[in-house]
């Protein structure tokens, strides 16, 4: 089994930042992409970014895109996601997801990543 725990998440005013970690355990592979998907309620998860396994190449969602960065420690299993100049409608849980395929072009689709944390909450308030 493959577990993934979220962590970084909380309340930030308007403007400000916060950094996500997602550590990967169990049977967690070199060569899986990570991604990030955030969810509100009521709402699909929406695509944010995710990395490739091979060359730390990354994609974003259009809404993100300058704003977040994400990052991979391999030595650690860890994947980040730095997001600056946060606004209110970045407010949802946010996930991150694993893509056992490990393709390129990097999936956004969510019904492509089999495991999945539990989520961290993210809100920004105006």
């Known amino acids: 089994q493959l577990q993934l725990v979220e962590s970084g998440g909380g309340l930030v005013q308007s403007g400000g930042s916060l950094r996500l970690s997602c550590l990967a355990s169990g049977r967690f592979r070199e060569n899986q992409n990570m991604g990030w998907f955030r969810q509100t309620p009521g709402n699909e998860r929406e695509f944010v970014a995710a990395i490739y396994w091979y060359n730390d190449q990354a994609i974003y969602a259009d809404s993100v895109k300058g704003r977040f960065t994400t990052s991979r420690d391999a030595a650690k299993n860890t994947v980040y996601l730095q997001m600056n100049n946060l606004t209110p409608d970045d407010t949802a849980n946010y996930y991150c997801?694993?893509?056992?395929?490990?393709?390129?072009?990097?999936?956004?689709?969510?019904?492509?990543?089999?495991?999945w944390g539990a989520g961290t909450q993210v809100t920004v308030s105006s």
């Open positions: 997801a694993v893509d056992s395929s490990g393709d390129w072009p990097i999936h956004r689709e969510a019904y492509m990543y089999h495991y």
